[in-house]
């Protein structure tokens, strides 16, 4: 009895998922870009891709601990000096978008910030 409650239970379930919204897909167009980090800026500053392309982020630090943060793409890595840390995701929306420094490194700390146009 309890594993037909159970497999009811698990196709319920299954089904709820077959019916979510689907993810933009991808457009399979990806976009590369080596970002640095240093007290206190990214360079580049503006990330420009088209919606669904797939963004491949070469990103490190010339200069002191930062990090990098994408709060719309749930993205937050810390950089650390010798080290390249790569960000991929799928811009799967249209607008500009703040990426910021996310590691405290100093007075210029909260002005540490980028823009990611997504057309
Ligand atoms: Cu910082």
């Not at 919606?51 to 010339?62: C, E, F, K, L």
């Not at 719309?72 to 799928?90: A, C, M, Q, W």
Request: aromatic share 10%.
């Amino acid at each position: 009895m309890f594993a037909w409650v159970l497999i009811l239970l698990v196709a319920v379930l299954l089904a709820g998922c077959s019916t979510k919204e689907p993810t933009p897909a991808s457009t399979g167009v990806v976009k590369e870009f080596t970002l640095t980090a240093k007290n206190w800026e990214f360079s580049p500053s503006t990330i420009r891709v088209n919606q669904g392309d797939t963004v491949v982020i070469h990103a490190r630090t010339i200069e002191g601990i930062h990090g990098l943060m994408f709060p719309d793409f749930n993205i937050n890595k810390r950089l650390d000096p010798g080290e390249e840390v790569t960000i991929t995701f799928v811009a799967d929306k249209k607008g500009t978008f703040s990426f910021a420094c996310s590691v405290y490194c100093g007075h210029g700390h909260t002005t540490m910030k980028g823009t990611l146009i997504i057309d």
